[in-house]
């Protein structure tokens, strides 16, 4: 056997075994993984709208899958225009930057340490891209924009773009008020919903998203149940002209004909789902986190904690950069997976079926006190079902 299947089988034998509560982690139905895996893996296309061709041969079903992976993400989330190739989350946003922010122009976004995405940070893409980027001011205890603050910084900065998102990211915002702010100053609104994109496109989350910002993207692999890959949308058609320039030769060509492919089943079932399914995600995040707090685990924001598929955790000794590795490599040695950033997600155990959140909360804190789980854990994930798929029904 190649040594490289014989990995791909520990890999996945091992994942069959575990809890997942990475927030930036889903899993994929058997028919969006099938699609990965046909000839489309490793075929060409580059399609050229202006002149609704391909530059390469034997692509009749490859356009056909372009195009109604198009239509099914405008039906999904309700706007005009959408752009399905980009490869990622960051990839979108490097073509929203592009299409919007011209080179000595200033950016807003959220600060790092108030959980914003580390790529629009000063020495990332505003280095890249030539523009400046500053912080928007934010309530971290409230986890919202300081819409007062905000205003004083529009004046003084005059940005091009206010960047929303988060990959810390509990609540939605007050957008409807930010556009306010943005037309005032004359500055468009772009929304990074790669963590949250599934609860958006099942309506549990930033409904108005469509209505108050220029422009929103993410990636197609957290609450979104998809490939790793990234969606754009817009209702502006000026803005959807300009990204349309920034995707072949500039940012990407060749966009992956079997990754469209899976995106687009993810799609169907988003369709046919996701309603139940991202509803479902943020009501295990609120249980989750309540049964948490109950047992003494420090979990932040009491008494709401979440209104996504996040739960932060709060550090216990705050002088401890370790801490959060810790507590990873402690949950893990017993099946329990989450990252070592702080976060525990709930979108994937909401997929495959897990919703007795008091005694995953009895799990995580066991074995965050150092006693051994693991069976216990292995005979709940053996027992996992996936949901939100026709296979389910």
Known sequence: MSKFLELVEQHEAYRKRSINLQASENIMSPDALKCLGTDMASRYSLYEPTIDSDAYGGTRYSEDVLHETEKLSREVFGTKYTEVRPLGGHIAAQMVLL???KKKENILSISESDGGYTGYQSGFMPEMFCFQNYRIPYNKEEQEIDLEKLQKVMKSTKPKLIMLGQSFFLKPYNLKMVREIADENDSHVAYDASHVLGLVGGKAFQED?????????????????????GLIFTNNEDIYIKIEKNVTWRTMDNYHISR??????????????GKDYAHAVVENSQKLGKSLHERGFPV????????SHQIH????EKNNPQEFLQMSKRLEENGIIIDREGRIGTAEITRMGLYDMEILADLIVKAFEGEKVRKDVESIALNLRMRYWKGYV
């Not at 108050?212 to 990636?219: H, K, M, T």
């Not at 932040?300 to 209104?307: E, R, V």
């Not at 955790?313 to 216990?316: A, C, L, Q």
């Open 300 to 307: 932040l924001y009491d008494p709401w904690f979440s209104f």
């Open 99 to 101: 299409s919007i922010v």
């Open 209 to 229: 998203i469509a209505k108050y910002s220029d422009i929103f993207f993410g990636s197609t692999h957290k609450t979104f149940f998809g490939p790793q890959g």
């Open 260 to 273: 469209v492919a899976s995106i687009g089943t993810a799609l169907e079932e988003m369709k046919a789902f």
């Open 313 to 316: 955790i709060g550090k216990k």
